[in-house]
T-cell receptor, first 109, second 116 residues
Framework: QKEVEQNSGPLSVPEGAIASLNCTYS??????FFWYRQYSGKSPELIMF????GDKEDGRFTAQLNKASQYVSLLIRDSQPSDSATYLC?????????FGQGTTLQVKP | GAVVSQHPSWVICKSGTSVKIECRSL??????MFWYRQFPKQSLMLMAT?????????EQGVEKDKFLINHASLTLSTLTVTSAHPEDSSFYIC????????????FGEGSRLTVL
């Protein structure tokens, strides 16, 4: 079992819709959870981080964490074509940040 | 967020040569630097973790004699790919974390290495 798992996609949504990206992790002791966006050929950029169970909202982005289910998700409201990218879920455990394989999101105009 | 400058952004070299990639934290002191490698359409794979002034800790399967990491100061870490071969062609990304930081990493721009 991979430490951090994501569906590679691609996930295709129409412009203006809500995109839902999911991630599961295996280390129950993980404390910090991150969502990064990566455009092709570029390095990742941080979108959000979350430490506590529940929801955390920042603009059009909402991160959701459920430690009991070892599940973290990212919702993107009012998706824009510029949101088209690969979204990487990352989990911090024992000092290291472990990345999932990423989900490719395509927002169609 | 904090800035990490990485260069070169791309490099092409002949098989058997060595390549050095530099990573500088410009507005914070990176007590810990992480080096990742990313092959096309794959995720970032952690290669090694280095703490300033200490030897790097390498992940399983990463050859420490091939990928030399130096973290001599709080603002500079280098990765040297020695005797590079075509299979080392990849996107190498550094990231820094400051002291007391809760886990957020600041990534360099990445270096794309092509070994002919």
């Amino acid at each position: 079992q991979k430490e951090v798992e994501q569906n590679s996609g691609p996930l295709s949504v129409p412009e203006g819709a809500i995109a839902s990206l999911n991630c599961t992790y295996s280390d129950r002791g993980s404390q910090s959870f991150f969502w990064y966006r990566q455009y092709s050929g570029k390095s990742p950029e941080l979108i959000m981080f979350i430490y506590s169970n529940g929801d955390k909202e920042d603009g059009r982005f909402t991160a959701q964490l459920n430690k009991a289910s070892q599940y973290v998700s990212l919702l993107i409201r009012d998706s824009q074509p510029s949101d088209s990218a690969t979204y990487l879920c990352a989990v911090r455990g024992t000092g290291k940040l472990i990345f999932g394989q990423g989900t490719t999101l395509q927002v169609k105009p | 967020g904090a800035v990490v400058s990485q260069h070169p952004s791309w490099v092409i070299c002949k098989s058997g040569t060595s390549v050095k990639i530099e990573c500088r934290s410009l507005d914070f002191q990176a007590t810990t630097m992480f080096w990742y490698r990313q092959f096309p359409k794959q995720s970032l794979m952690l290669m090694a973790t280095s703490n300033e002034g200490s030897k790097a800790t390498y992940e399983q399967g990463v050859e420490k004699d091939k990928f030399l990491i130096n973290h001599a100061s709080l603002t500079l870490s280098t990765l040297t790919v020695t005797s590079a071969h075509p299979e080392d062609s990849s996107f190498y990304i550094c990231s820094g974390r400051g002291a007391g930081n809760t886990g957020e990493l600041f990534f360099g721009e990445g270096s794309r290495l092509t070994v002919l």
